[in-house]
T-cell receptor, first 117, second 113 residues
Framework: DGGITQSPKYLFRKEGQNVTLSCEQN?????MYWYRQDPGQGLRLIYY???????QKGDIAEGYSVSREKKESFPLTVTSAQKNPTAFYLC????????????????FGAGTRLSVL | KQEVTQIPAALSVPEGENLVLNCSFT??????LQWFRQDPGKGLTSLLL?????REQTSGRLNASLDKSSGRSTLYIAASQPGDSATYLCAVESLTGGFKTIFGAGTRLFVKA
């Protein structure tokens, strides 16, 4: 089955520790995204990548880092510089299309819930 | 800066009722608007996507409309069922935002049996 796989489902971080969230897709999508979701708020964009070996900061990139070495993988590292990391993290991907009938439907993984010990 | 607002934040209705969820956005320069469903502790599932040149999209009991000039979209759910209980999020892809999508905070829907 094609889709997006996020792991782990639950993650605990100790103070001062870096942790990495995994996101893998087998949809052959060009673009991948990381969002953070806090209770009562919409999703906020952390980083996105439209092509391998290239990525851009979103609205809340401070304290996070990413890499895009392979088309199907876009891991997110939550560094010790992120002082409030407790949240639900969602990875998404889509095809980049153009034209009047282009669709940019985003497909999401099941999410990783990160908590601080 | 594009902002997306969804009203109401929460809604409880009896089974069988028709209902409307609202979404508004501040910048009408959008590429498309998408409605998503999110079940508790899960990812998002795309329900309907409306391109900026379209007025509405339908899928089963769902109908989404788009009025770009007024910055509004509605999601109409006919004959609601308990299985429709979830959070519904609206998102716009702004022309001025590259490939970034801006999400509303969602409407939490509870359909009572």
């Amino acid at each position: 089955d094609g889709g997006i796989t996020q792991s782990p489902k639950y993650l605990f971080r100790k103070e001062g520790q870096n942790v990495t969230l995994s996101c893998e897709q087998n949809l052959n999508h060009d673009a991948m995204y990381w969002y953070r979701q806090d209770p009562g708020q919409g999703l906020r964009l952390i980083y996105y990548s439209q092509i391998v070996n290239d990525f851009q900061k979103g609205d809340i990139a401070e304290g996070y880092s990413v890499s895009r070495e392979k088309k199907e993988s876009f891991p997110l590292t939550v560094t010790s510089a992120q002082k409030n990391p407790t949240a639900f993290y969602l990875c998404a991907s889509n095809l980049i299309t153009s034209g009047a009938l282009a669709k940019n439907i985003q497909y999401f993984g099941a999410g990783t819930r990160l908590s601080v010990l | 800066k594009q902002e997306v607002t969804q009203i109401p934040a929460a809604l409880s209705v009896p089974e069988g009722e028709n209902l409307v969820l609202n979404c508004s956005f501040t910048d009408s320069a959008i590429y498309n608007l998408q409605w998503f469903r999110q079940d508790p502790g899960k990812g998002l599932t795309s329900l309907l996507l409306i391109q900026s040149s379209q007025r509405e999209q339908t899928s089963g009991r769902l109908n989404a409309s788009l009025d770009k000039s007024s910055g509004r979209s509605t999601l109409y759910i006919a004959a609601s069922q308990p299985g429709d209980s979830a959070t519904y999020l609206c998102a716009v892809e702004s022309l001025t935002g590259g490939f970034k999508t801006i999400f509303g905070a969602g409407t939490r829907l509870f359909v009572k049996a």
